[in-house]
């Protein structure tokens, strides 16, 4: 039990030192569009990069900030619209169409995470954001750092 509580309480330490903050898709005047919200009340981490993920794990969209963001203040804010990168950042993976049925990923380091599908298309579309951390969900996430990406996708 004494080897344990330092391991515990160093897991502890880093858990606390790295936010989670959950993203939500929603539907904005037919677009699909990203809101974050830090349930703690904390201020919502400014990412270098933000990706939503396919199923195979590969990106159906990333963006990535323009350079080293220097001095107070963010250029990352919410809400942010699938396909269209907002200033600071550029597409470094072209958004691609979403398919109804297909669950999708959301991973930006800063500790943003989330997960969605959609239902229907057209008028009738909806969005369901789902449980993030479920199998299908981590198993993409997996699929995703296989490929060699650097940034993180969600702390643990």
């Given at each position: 039990m004494?080897?344990?509580f330092?391991?515990l309480a160093?897991t502890l330490a880093?858990?606390a030192c790295s936010?989670?903050?959950?993203v939500?898709a929603?539907?904005?005047d037919?677009?699909?569009t990203?809101?974050?919200?830090?349930?703690d009340?904390?201020?919502?981490?400014?990412?270098?990069?933000l990706?939503?993920?396919?199923?195979?794990g590969a990106?159906?969209?990333?963006?990535d900030q323009d350079?080293r963001?220097?001095g107070?203040?963010?250029?990352?804010?919410?809400?942010?619209?699938?396909?269209?990168?907002?200033?600071g950042?550029?597409?470094?993976?072209?958004a691609a169409s979403l398919?109804?049925?297909?669950?999708?990923v959301?991973?930006g380091?800063?500790g943003?995470?989330?997960a969605?599908?959609l239902?229907?298309?057209?008028a009738g579309?909806a969005?369901?954001?789902?449980?993030?951390?479920?199998?299908?969900?981590?198993?993409i996430r997996?699929?995703?750092q296989?490929q060699?990406v650097?940034a993180?996708?969600?702390p643990g």
């Amino acid at each position: 039990m004494k080897r344990l509580f330092p391991f515990l309480a160093a897991t502890l330490a880093l858990a606390a030192c790295s936010p989670s903050v959950p993203v939500k898709a929603v539907l904005v005047d037919g677009r699909v569009t990203f809101t974050g919200a830090d349930p703690d009340g904390r201020r919502v981490p400014c990412p270098g990069s933000l990706a939503i993920l396919a199923e195979n794990g590969a990106p159906v969209w990333r963006i990535d900030q323009d350079g080293r963001h220097e001095g107070p203040g963010c250029a990352f804010r919410f809400p942010v619209t699938y396909g269209q990168p907002p200033a600071g950042f550029t597409a470094s993976a072209a958004a691609a169409s979403l398919e109804p049925g297909r669950l999708y990923v959301i991973a930006g380091d800063g500790g943003l995470y989330g997960a969605f599908s959609l239902r229907g298309s057209g008028a009738g579309a909806a969005i369901d954001n789902v449980d993030a951390g479920s199998a299908r969900a981590q198993e993409i996430r997996r699929r995703y750092q296989a490929q060699g990406v650097t940034a993180p996708v969600r702390p643990g």
